[in-house]
Every structure is written in C-alpha cells, then in structure tokens.
C-alpha cells in the first residue's frame, strides 16, 4: 500500500503545484497518460470545490489531499480524499447534476466531471470538516 499526504492552504494559487505533485505519483505508481490526464482534472476540480466551498477561500485554512494505491480482494484500485474544514454536503442533495454541459451554466460542472472519471465517489461529513472520496479502479 502506498500513501501520500499533501496540504495546501486554501487558495488555487497551488493548483499547478497539485497537479505536479499527482503527475510525480502517478508515474512513480506507473500509471498511463491517459488515466493521468483524468486522475488530474478530477482531483483539480475536488480541489477547486474545497478551497471554494468547502473552506470559503480562506487561506488560513488547510486543504489536504491523501492518494492511497491499495489492493481489495486482489483488485488494485486508487483512492483520492480530498478533505476540508467545511460543512460539507451529501451528494444526494446536489442539484445541478443534469445541467452539466448546458452553455448558460458557468459552475457546478466539477462534480458532474469527477463522478464521470471516477469509478466510484462519496462525501463524509466528518467532526473537523468533509472529505470527498473518488475511487479508481487500476487496471
């Protein structure tokens, strides 16, 4: 199993660092391009929301992201939480999902994204704030 921590205060000024950092996990994991190129946009935008929503843009507060590769009954698969000091949400009660794509809706399009690319994906409301999990299955 391996695990890797990252934290960054709330603020988008860390994406381009975010996205190195799963860059250099994904390769050293040896996953391909294109899954990659997935794996980025949908812990982007997971980052995206927790900054803004989650914590509101404040950068005292922290945002942090835990990529564990794993293997479950003998079926390797990637997990990504991304936690915030936020209230959080239950994704049954999101609306919006069915607007995605239509040209007037401007936001509220990255979960309808994450939940495409991902092969599974939670919220957990948790005491010190909320988690969204996305869950890959590596092949």
Not at 12 to 38: N, P, T, W
Not at 80 to 85: A, L, P, R
């Amino acid at each position: 199993m391996t695990v890797h921590r990252i934290s960054f205060g709330s603020s988008i000024v860390h994406c381009d660092v975010l996205r190195r950092c799963v860059q250099a996990f994904g390769k050293s994991e040896g996953y391909g391009e294109a899954f990659l190129s997935q794996l980025e946009l949908t812990v982007h935008e997971a980052f995206v929301n927790a900054v803004m929503h989650g914590n509101g843009s404040d950068p005292d507060l922290p945002v942090t992201i835990i990529l564990r590769e794993n293997l479950d009954n003998g079926v390797r698969y990637l997990q990504v939480e991304i936690g915030d000091c936020g209230k959080g949400f239950l994704l049954g009660e999101r609306h919006g999902f069915e607007k995605c794509g239509e040209p007037d809706v401007f936001s509220g399009r990255g979960l309808p994204l994450i939940a495409h690319y991902t092969d599974s994906l939670r919220s957990d409301n948790r005491p010190d704030g909320s988690v969204l999990i996305l869950r890959y299955i590596s092949s």
